[in-house]
Antibody, heavy 119, light 107 residues
């Protein structure tokens, strides 16, 4: 059974950097069939796709976040990570990692991690 | 960017009734790359429908999707208690992948 689990800092100060990791079990992050995505959801709002990384390390990012965003993948540990710099209150949200497929959209999600940007 | 507009914002129904949710895309979504998700309070979204009309693994057959191009529909044939939740459509035809603003199905 495919499972994803987010971990990382839940409280971050303004202007600082958010670092999150997603641990994957039951699926191989080295498979070329899938991409590995981050999605965030501000309280009471719709989800927003942030970006994805492929098994080979190629990335695609949501343009408004591109200058602040880095993603990496470590297939040996079945983990992929997100790094978002220069945080503001607008970045406060539940952050989800998810498996994405060309045909099947986001078929597996982690439970999410609440990130609050506050001093 | 493809903008998805869902209607209605809230749907008030009773168990056993039929729910019809709409998702309009502008511009249209090619090749039916449209998905529907269910989100219960405090939980991650769950994939219900992909490719506009294919049910994801383990999804009951009371959930069905239809549509193409600019207009898509999610139908829940007979509402059960656990179906009262927020539903989102999402397109994955073009980057950035975008979500609709959601329809809340309430009792």
């Amino acid at each position: 059974q495919v499972q994803l689990q987010e971990s990382g800092s839940g409280l971050v100060k303004p202007s600082e950097t958010l670092s999150l990791t997603c641990s994957v079990s039951g699926a191989s992050t080295s498979s070329g069939r899938y991409t590995w995505s981050w999605i965030r959801q501000p309280p009471g709002k719709a989800p927003e796709w942030i970006g994805y990384i492929t098994h080979s390390g190629s990335t695609s990012f949501f343009s408004p976040l591109k200058s602040r965003l880095t993603m990496s993948l470590d297939s040996s540990s079945s983990q992929f990570s997100l790094r978002l710099t220069s945080l503001t209150a607008a970045d406060s949200a539940v952050y989800y990692c998810a498996r994405s497929h060309l045909l099947y959209a986001f078929d597996y999600w982690g439970p999410g991690i609440l990130v609050t940007v506050s001093s | 960017e493809i903008v998805l507009t869902q209607s209605p914002g809230t749907l008030s129904l009773s168990p056993g009734e039929r729910a019809t949710l709409s998702c309009r895309a502008s511009p249209g979504v090619s090749s039916g790359f449209l998905a529907w998700y269910q989100q219960r309070p405090g939980q991650a979204p769950r994939l219900l429908i992909y490719g506009a009309s294919s049910r994801a693994t383990g999804i009951p057959d009371r959930f069905s999707g239809s549509g193409a191009g600019a207009d898509f529909t999610l139908t829940i044939s007979r509402l059960e208690a656990e179906d009262f939740a927020v539903y989102y459509c999402q397109q994955y035809a073009n980057s950035p992948w975008t979500f609709g603003q959601g329809t809340k199905v309430e009792i």
